[in-house]
């Protein structure tokens, strides 16, 4: 498997608080997803980075920031979470753009009361 | 912009049965894709992925897809399914730099 961390793995915080999910990879992959999942769904791309301190934006990037200032972490910010948020977030990594296979992380499970 | 679907949203199947699973995929460049597999309360993982070369790709544990261009498809195939199959499967299309899509997801059932 490869080397792909979340953290925390579980967290259930309430409305309007901030909360930041971290994920941190040990293959020294340049590009690096995050995806949240939802059922009726599938995954959805919420950011994702080319590089250190170069990010870009996903299709259901709202309400989400993230910031990467080292190759092996990558952090999603929700500045003030809402319950639509409440999903599974997952991180990814790749080595190269498109053409490679992404490598998921275990995922985070979150809940905005 | 690129696009995924996948027709079925839930199928159910006894073991030893033929497994077919369609996605359908919108791009009007070259595109890369991929099959995802989540086995429960795991997370997702690659199962096989065409690039270029032979439109039949095969993949783990038996598994094949064939890519047709004038379909725009990426059928996922398994001759006799097995119920350690049973999962949640993600076709992928990913034709911008950087950026996948996925589909909605097929979550298969098989019967022991």
């Known amino acids: 498997d490869a080397g792909i961390t979340q953290s925390p793995r579980h967290k259930v915080t309430e409305t309007g608080t901030p909360v930041t999910l971290r994920c941190h990879q040990t293959?020294?992959?340049?590009?690096m997803y995050w995806y949240r999942q939802d059922p009726g769904h599938g995954l959805r791309l919420i950011h994702y980075?080319?590089?250190?301190?170069?990010?870009d934006k996903g299709e259901v990037s709202d309400g989400y920031s993230v910031s990467r200032s080292k190759t092996e972490d990558f952090l999603l910010t929700l500045e003030s979470a809402t319950s639509s948020q409440t999903s599974v977030y997952f991180c990814?990594?790749?080595?190269?753009?498109?053409?490679?296979?992404?490598?998921f992380g275990p995922g985070t499970r979150l809940t905005v009361l | 912009a690129q696009s995924v679907s996948q027709h079925n949203h839930h199928v159910i199947l006894s073991e030893a049965a033929s497994l077919e699973l369609g996605c359908n995929y919108s791009?009007?460049?070259?595109?890369?894709l991929f099959w995802y597999v989540q086995y429960p309360g795991q997370h997702l993982q690659l199962l096989l992925k065409y690039f270029s070369g032979d439109p039949l790709v095969k993949g783990i544990k038996g598994f094949e897809a064939e890519f047709i261009k004038s379909k725009f498809s990426f059928n996922l195939r398994k001759p006799s399914v097995q119920w350690s199959d049973t999962a949640e499967y993600f076709c992928?299309?990913?034709?911008?730099?950087?950026?996948?899509?996925f589909g909605d997801g097929t979550t298969l059932t098989v019967k022991p």
């Open positions: 992928a299309v990913s034709g911008n730099a950087g950026k996948s899509t």
């Open positions: 990814a990594i790749s080595e190269r753009a498109s053409t490679d296979t992404q490598y």
């Open positions: 980075s080319y590089g250190v301190k170069d990010t």
């Open positions: 293959e020294n992959h340049r590009y």
């Open positions: 791009y009007g460049g070259t595109v890369n």
